[in-house]
Each structure stands twice: as structure tokens, then as C-alpha cells.
């Protein structure tokens, strides 16, 4: 009778210990299988890592609101519309911009979505979605220099400076800089402040951030070289293995590419280009915009 007593003592316990494992404290079902796309739809929220801290025109504080806690930006309003087509709301988790990839992979945020430049190196860390907007690199330099400084040739052997992390700094890299002569910043205004006071002889930064910042209104002591070089592209970056994410966001940007939502951006904040076009954007409808600022 005392070997059946424990018996079925065990097989009471057996169950009821499968059941915790199963469904876990309180009698809810843990949720190991579920991948991002299935939390992001049962929250009914998708958490994106950008900077804003000196980072237009992609995303960054409004200069008209008082308070500077308004961010606005063109990335901005593309997560508008994802989330929008998606069917949930989006919220920003701000990280310096050198750590958004780190962050991602630490799961504090379900992707990333700021000016991030598709390379090697961090497509063997990230999955990214198809790209979204095509760039080239700029040379920035003084007024006064304008006619010193005519190319990257022209300026082998002097300091520039760039975003810290940036695709620029591969650029230099390849064209025989050394580390010594980049100095590499937290944010993408500060290297023309750096550049205006005589620390560089120039900065190299992608040529939307060289409109906004050195454009001739906002920094007429500063000067953007015509000739752009080295093309790349911008895309949305998840964790490696988050493919139903991936889909969903490459199927929105597909989307939004073909209706000229992406486009209608482009226009309004002054950065469309005819090579957005080799990205399939559709630039027939333009005044389809949307945004919530």
C-alpha cells in the first residue's frame, strides 16, 4: 500500500510539474516560440532604435518646439506609415547612434531605422530589409578653401572628420586615411562645427546631412563640394533570424515604394533623388504623403 501511496504521489507531482513548465506561474502559457512579428502584433506596439540627437533630416528634435521634446524627421514619418500598414503604433527608443546595432542585438528594441548604411560588416551581424533610400558621400569643406579643396585627392594628409561608426569612415579607410587623421563624432552636426572653428580641413558625411547642415542659409562659412561619390543604400536592420519581421517590413516598404508614399516623403523634405528610382520607388505621387507631425 506505502509503494502505490508513492506512486501515485510521483505521478501527481510528474503532472503537475509538466504543467508548470508548461504554462509557467499564474497559468499563462510561456511564449519561447513566438517570434517578433507575433509579440509586435499581440502588443500592438513595434519598438524602433534611432538617435535623435543630431541626426537630420533622418530623426531628430523639432528646433520649433520649446520644450525639444518633439522629434520629427523623413524616418520619422516612414515609421508613421509602417506602423500604420502594419496596424500598430510605433515607439522610439533613443540610443546614441554607434550603439543602435548593439542594442538591437540585446533585444531593447525590435529593429533599427537610422540612416543605418548597408555593408559587409553588418550584414554578418544583422538581417537588413531591401533598401530604402540611396546616398552618396560628400566632401564638406570651409568657404575659403573651396577652390583649394576640389576632391578627396585634394585632401591627402589632412584631418576630416565624420560620424562615429559612419560609412564615411570606411571610405576614408580604403582611400590610404589612417585613424590618426579621423576624428570620429558622437553626432552628425558636430563635425562641421569642428570644421568651421579650423579643427579638420573638412568633414565627409552622406550628401542629406550635408544639404541640412552646411547648407549655404545655415553655414555660409561652409561649402559642399558638388562632385559626390561612393554610392550606398540605407535599410531597416533586425535581429539575425527574425524572418517573419523581416518579411512583414520588406512587404510594407514594397508597398509603400509602388503607391509613392516613400516618394511623397522624399519630396517634402527635399532629399528625392532620380536614383531612388534603382530602388524601385514609384515618384508618379508625390502628394500622397503621410504623416502625423
Known amino acids: 500500500m506505502r509503494n502505490k501511496t508513492r506512486c501515485l504521489v510521483a505521478a501527481v507531482a510528474l503532472v503537475i510539474l509538466t504543467f508548470w513548465m508548461s504554462f509557467g506561474v499564474g497559468g499563462c502559457r510561456k511564449s519561447g516560440s513566438e517570434n517578433t512579428l507575433q509579440k509586435v502584433k499581440r502588443e500592438g506596439v513595434i519598438r524602433w532604435g534611432a538617435d535623435p540627437s543630431g541626426g537630420a533630416p533622418f530623426v531628430f528634435f523639432d528646433p520649433a518646439d520649446p520644450s525639444n521634446k518633439r522629434?520629427?524627421?523623413?524616418?520619422m514619418d516612414i515609421m508613421d506609415a509602417v506602423a500604420k500598414h502594419m496596424g500598430v503604433r510605433h515607439e522610439m527608443v533613443a540610443t546614441q547612434w554607434d550603439a543602435l546595432i548593439d542594442n538591437l542585438r540585446a533585444k531593447r528594441c525590435d529593429m533599427v531605422m537610422n540612416g543605418i548604411e548597408i555593408n559587409t560588416d553588418r550584414a554578418g551581424q544583422v538581417g537588413f530589409t531591401e533598401p530604402y533610400y540611396v546616398y552618396r558621400q560628400q566632401l564638406t569643406v570651409r568657404s575659403a578653401d573651396k577652390d583649394r579643396y576640389k576632391s578627396l585627392d585634394d585632401l591627402k594628409g589632412h584631418k576630416i572628420a565624420t560620424l562615429k561608426a559612419a560609412e564615411a569612415n570606411n571610405v576614408l579607410l580604403a582611400a590610404s586615411w589612417t585613424d590618426d587623421l579621423l576624428t570620429q563624432l558622437a553626432d552628425s552636426e558636430t563635425p562641421y562645427r569642428e570644421l568651421e572653428i579650423g579643427r579638420v580641413d573638412a568633414v565627409l558625411q552622406e550628401d542629406i546631412i550635408a544639404a541640412y547642415y552646411a547648407s549655404?542659409?545655415?553655414?555660409?562659412?561652409?561649402?559642399n563640394v558638388p562632385a559626390t561619390f561612393s554610392p550606398g543604400k540605407y535599410a531597416v536592420a533586425v535581429r539575425k533570424g527574425d524572418d517573419a519581421l523581416l518579411n512583414e517590413l520588406d512587404s510594407v516598404l514594397k508597398t509603400m515604394k509602388e503607391n509613392g508614399e516613400l516618394s511623397a516623403t522624399y519630396h517634402k523634405w527635399g532629399i528625392w533623388t532620380p536614383s531612388q528610382r534603382e530602388i524601385g520607388l514609384n515618384d508618379s505621387t508625390p502628394s500622397t504623403a503621410t504623416s502625423s507631425h
Not at 549655404?216 to 561649402?223: E, G, I, V
Open 71 to 75: 522629434v520629427i524627421g523623413f524616418e
Open 216 to 223: 549655404a542659409d545655415r553655414a555660409p562659412k561652409l561649402y
